[in-house]
């Protein structure tokens, strides 16, 4: 259930945590709107999964996922509120087996040349990369991708404007995840406005 195809109409994701599943469908339609095509909503909040079924509910023409994917067991609860993907920090033989199991496409993390070898191995081409900058960032993505060129990655972690425009110049990054342009402070205000420009800037970078 490799999710490479998922992301070609926008190579920035946003990745959200909500507080408050009351603002999920404003902020997915702002996200919209802006021209986001999917949204990711961290499983780290205890209405995280009633904000990934709100959006899948009422804003269908927004891909939703859930990020932060840890545990087996989740998939099969993201799966039935609707979720379209899953992203993990990383990978365990479980959490691969339940994304099989329930049909969902998954981007399994990794972070040594080891681990992504063997996510291939289990059909795995996509793969997140986190947290990219504290794993080296841009120069570790190219020195991986000279021996690994069969992979893509989906970086995310400590990317913001400045960065995203190197990161989506490596050929072996498929997309990137960005908080940058949904500021919690922006969320807790209800600042929708704020957020639609921020994220009209950010795309603008996806479609450079």
Same mark, same amino acid.
């Given at each position: 259930?490799?999710a490479?195809?998922?992301?070609? !109409?926008?190579?920035?994701?946003?990745?959200?945590?909500?507080?408050?599943?009351? +603002?999920?469908?404003?902020?997915?339609?702002?996200?919209?709107?802006? %021209?986001?095509?999917?949204?990711?909503?961290?499983?780290?909040?205890?209405?995280?999964?009633e904000? +990934?079924?709100?959006?899948?509910?009422? #804003?269908?023409?927004?891909?939703?996922?859930?990020g932060?994917?840890?545990?087996?067991?989740?998939?099969?609860? +993201?799966?039935?509120?609707?979720?379209?993907?899953?992203?993990?920090?990383?990978?365990?033989e479980?959490?691969?087996?339940?994304?099989?199991?329930?049909? /969902?496409?998954? #981007?399994?993390?990794?972070?040594?040349?080891?681990?992504?070898?063997?996510?291939?191995?289990? &059909?795995?081409?996509?793969?997140?990369?986190?947290?990219?900058? /504290?794993? &080296? *960032?841009?120069?570790?993505? !190219?020195?991986?991708?000279?021996?690994?060129?069969?992979?893509?990655?989906?970086p995310t &972690?400590?990317?913001?404007?400045?960065?995203?425009?190197?990161?989506?110049?490596?050929?072996?990054?498929?997309c990137?995840?960005?908080?940058?342009?949904?500021?919690?402070?922006?969320?807790?205000?209800?600042?929708?406005? &704020?957020?639609? !420009?921020?994220?009209?800037e950010? /795309? %603008?970078? *996806?479609?450079?």
């Amino acid at each position: 259930m490799d999710a490479s195809k998922l992301f070609s !109409k926008s190579r920035i994701v946003p990745v959200v945590v909500i507080e408050d599943a009351a +603002i999920a469908v404003d902020l997915a339609k702002t996200l919209r709107d802006a %021209g986001a095509a999917s949204i990711e909503v961290t499983l780290r909040t205890a209405c995280a999964l009633e904000a +990934i079924e709100l959006i899948a509910q009422q #804003v269908p023409d927004l891909l939703v996922g859930a990020g932060s994917v840890r545990r087996p067991e989740q998939i099969a609860q +993201i799966a039935a509120r609707g979720a379209s993907f899953a992203v993990s920090p990383g990978a365990t033989e479980l959490l691969i087996d339940a994304a099989i199991s329930q049909q /969902m496409p998954l #981007v399994p993390g990794a972070a040594t040349a080891s681990e992504m070898i063997r996510l291939s191995e289990r &059909g795995y081409q996509l793969q997140k990369f986190f947290p990219a900058e /504290m794993l &080296g *960032g841009v120069p570790m993505l !190219k020195a991986l991708s000279g021996p690994l060129p069969e992979l893509k990655f989906f970086p995310t &972690g400590g990317i913001n404007a400045a960065l995203a425009k190197d990161y989506l110049g490596l050929a072996c990054v498929s997309c990137i995840g960005g908080s940058w342009f949904v500021p919690a402070a922006m969320l807790r205000d209800r600042d929708f406005a &704020g957020i639609r !420009k921020l994220t009209v800037e950010a /795309m %603008g970078i *996806g479609a450079a």
